[in-house]
């Protein structure tokens, strides 16, 4: 079946440092690609998506691009700030089927000043 | 306007009982999801209702579980005779459509099972 994996955690990192939090999937066809954020005490948020091969979705200053080559879908920052604390979650929905959701496990995230 | 709400936010239950979860989409969102957030297993799919079609219950982990859709809007999960490993944080999520890319989720019930 269809599966996310993404490094685990926790990553800790000062602020101003550069992040990349790896995420690779298993899915037949061309999957969408998500990042969910979890700060703490909220919900679930949208952070960025990709719908098909190389697309690039950016957010916040957050980019992750979509590769089928790799089936990769790797999360990067360029310059952390204390408020990207947080939990990280990749996911996909598979092509043209159930509108489910699946995640990785997430990553926490943690930026020290 | 109004998110996600769930509620109650936090169920405290003695094993054998039966809970109930309750989510409010957001208004005018046909698209409804219940997930399970868990140490052990991460976060799981449960169930997806759309519109008047017939409920996705493929994530549902065993007969215990149900839930139900009232009018296309609010929603109830049942769990009957809990079990510790039922211990979890349950997310619900709304869409505007199956075809909608985000899924808007609310801050959760955390049920934990004595």
């Known amino acids: 079946g269809d599966s996310v994996t993404q490094m685990e955690g926790p990553v800790t990192l000062s602020e101003e440092a550069f992040l990349t939090i790896n995420c690779t999937y298993t899915a037949t066809g061309y999957p969408s690609l998500f990042w969910y954020v979890q700060y703490p005490g909220e919900g679930l948020q949208l952070l960025l998506k990709a719908t098909k091969a190389d697309d690039k979705g950016s957010n916040k200053g957050f980019e992750a691009t979509y590769r089928k080559e790799t089936t990769s879908f790797h999360l990067e920052k360029g310059s952390v700030q204390v408020s990207d604390s947080a939990v990280y979650f990749c996911a996909l929905r598979a092509q043209g089927g159930s509108e489910k959701l699946v995640f990785g496990k997430g990553t926490k995230l943690t930026v020290n000043p | 306007g109004a998110g996600v709400s769930q509620s109650p936010s936090n169920k405290v239950t003695e094993k054998g009982k039966d809970v109930e979860l309750r989510c409010d989409p957001i208004s005018g969102h046909t698209a409804l999801y219940w997930y399970r957030q868990s140490l052990g297993q991460g976060l799981e799919f449960l169930i997806y209702?759309?519109?008047?079609?017939?409920?996705?219950k493929s994530g549902l982990p065993s007969d215990r579980f149900s839930a139900e859709r009232t009018g296309g809007s609010v929603s109830t999960l049942t769990i009957q005779r809990t079990q510790q490993e039922d211990s979890a944080v349950y997310l619900c999520?709304?869409?505007?459509?199956?075809?909608?890319?985000?899924?808007?989720f609310g801050p959760g019930t955390r049920l934990t099972v004595t």
């Open positions: 999520a709304s869409s505007p459509d199956r075809a909608f890319y985000e899924q808007y």
């Open positions: 209702f759309q519109g008047n079609s017939a409920p996705d």
